[in-house]
């Protein structure tokens, strides 16, 4: 098992920036493909971003793309997400999710979440 934590989160004026950090531990980092979701109030949670095991692939939203970067440090055991032009529509809570496979739904391990608010 895997066990993430996320930090980063916070209160930001639209156009700013935020770096979410996940925090794995249990086993090897490296064998998790991880992912960012997000759950704004009265809504679904939504996939935002993914990173495969080594980084070496990345996909986004389309609601995102351009804006937030994907990042990893195996080494590190952590994951990051950077996200630039902050929009009052990415208001959420932001959850790190962890999966052996490469996927977009349904991943095994979860973190907490961590809120996200970006004021107009």
């Known amino acids: 098992q895997v066990h993430p934590v996320e930090s980063g989160g916070g209160v930001v004026q639209a156009g700013g920036s935020l770096r979410l950090s996940c925090a794995a531990s249990?086993?090897?980092?490296?064998?998790?493909?991880l992912a960012w979701f997000r759950q704004a109030p009265g809504k679904e949670r939504e996939f935002v971003a993914r990173?495969?095991?080594?980084?070496?692939?990345?996909d986004y939203a389309d609601s995102v793309k351009g804006r937030f970067t994907i990042s990893r440090d195996n080494a590190k055991n952590t994951m990051y997400l950077q996200m630039n032009s902050l929009k009052p529509e990415d208001t959420a809570v932001y959850y790190c999710?962890?999966?052996?496979?490469?996927?977009?739904?349904?991943?095994?391990?979860w973190g907490q979440g961590t809120q996200v608010t970006v004021s107009s």
């Open positions: 999710a962890a999966d052996q496979r490469y996927k977009l739904y349904k991943y095994d391990y």
């Open positions: 990173i495969s095991w080594k980084g070496g692939t990345t």
């Open positions: 249990g086993r090897t980092f490296s064998d998790y493909a």
